[in-house]
């Protein structure tokens, strides 16, 4: 089984996801847009912040990651229900300055078609999945999506960084809807390099949970390729059901899942399979068409048995995430 401290994983991700057309830090509203030139996601970075200076996040995350691992061995002597499955209610808040962030209802529900595939394992691409791992791919996650409603505020900021703004009315965003029970998701404009992160389950029900995608990478229709087919939100979105980087976010790192195999770092990208990989003297390939790595959308397809088992244990009757089974 991967192991890893908690300090050294908090270390590990403070150096992590920079790998951005430029910083995430001190963002203002007056800079062009830039273009992501690879896939990014800071979720990591933020969360190991979080927990760093918050106590009581850090009390939470350890309850977390115990209680995930009670229920994994419970699923496997049989005491727990396989079946898992619950109906995410999603609300989508939209902040545009431009009629191109302003992303129509039909491509929200392309989105959200898009995660319903891709949890559900019925995603056309699947059928790519090497044989190499078709024995542990998670099919059904038994995870699904449905949209509960969509805010809209227009806006003059030009840039959005990661200090969580779009989240509160006060800082010109749009406040959280009872984010204990409902899936939020804030679309927003430029994020210069980055095309999205999330609050990892630690945070449920706090003000500030959920998903932010920038407008250029979400749904389909009119998304910017490489990033065009819904997929950043496929991979927030399994942040914010608990699942880590595969890689770990460092040099054969653990995330925490036994069959994905460990890997050096992230990949970019449409490699091709197998790509060969090196880790404690152990020479295969990796798992680079996983939703949790950085290839492009085109190249991911799929999350494993492990990770499955981690998104159900935050989603049961006692896990993180609970209260999105209420309505």
């Not at 994994?72 to 229900?81: E, L, T």
């Not at 545009?96 to 995603?123: C, F, H, M, P, W």
């Not at 805010?151 to 959005?160: A, G, L, N, P, Q």
């Not at 990208?269 to 003297?281: E, V």
């Amino acid at each position: 089984m991967k192991k890893l401290l908690f300090g050294a994983f908090a270390l590990g991700l403070m150096s992590a996801c920079n790998t951005t057309t430029e910083s995430t830090e001190n963002l203002t509203d007056n800079v062009a847009t830039s273009v992501a030139s690879r896939r990014s996601c800071p979720s990591e970075e933020i969360r190991a912040n979080l927990l760093a200076n918050d106590a009581d996040a850090k009390a939470r995350y350890v309850a977390l990651e115990n209680g995930t691992e009670k229920f994994i061995q419970a699923r496997k002597a049989g005491r727990v229900n396989a079946d898992g499955s619950v109906d995410i209610p999603v609300v989508v808040n939209v902040l545009y300055k431009t009629t191109a962030e302003n992303v129509s209802d039909a491509r929200i529900a392309e989105q959200i078609a898009v995660l319903n595939a891709d949890y559900a394992g019925t995603n056309t691409d699947a059928s790519k999945i090497p044989s190499e791992f078709s024995g542990v791919k998670a099919g059904d996650t038994k995870v699904r999506f449905h949209l509960i409603k969509t805010v809209r505020k227009s806006t003059t900021k030009t840039k959005w960084g990661t200090n969580d703004a779009m989240k509160k009315s006060s800082t010109g965003g749009i406040d959280a809807t009872t984010p204990s029970s409902y899936f939020n998701i804030w679309v927003v404009g430029n994020m210069g390099g980055i095309l999205g992160y999330a609050t990892f389950p630690e945070s449920s029900g706090l003000w500030n949970d959920g998903v932010v995608i920038a407008a250029p990478y979400f749904g389909k229709t009119g998304a910017t390729s490489p990033y065009n087919l819904g997929r950043t939100a496929t991979h927030e979105v399994g942040h914010y059901l608990n699942l880590r980087h595969i890689w770990g976010d460092a040099n054969c790192g653990s995330d925490l899942v036994t069959d994905t195999p460990t890997q050096t770092g992230a990949n970019y990208g449409k490699p091709t399979y197998p790509l060969m990989n090196t880790c404690g003297g152990v020479s295969r390939s990796v798992m680079f068409m996983n939703y949790m790595d950085y290839v492009d959308d085109a190249a991911m397809f799929m999350f494993s048995a492990g990770q499955k088992d981690r998104m159900q244990a935050v989603l049961t009757s006692t896990g993180a995430r609970k209260g999105l089974r209420n309505l």
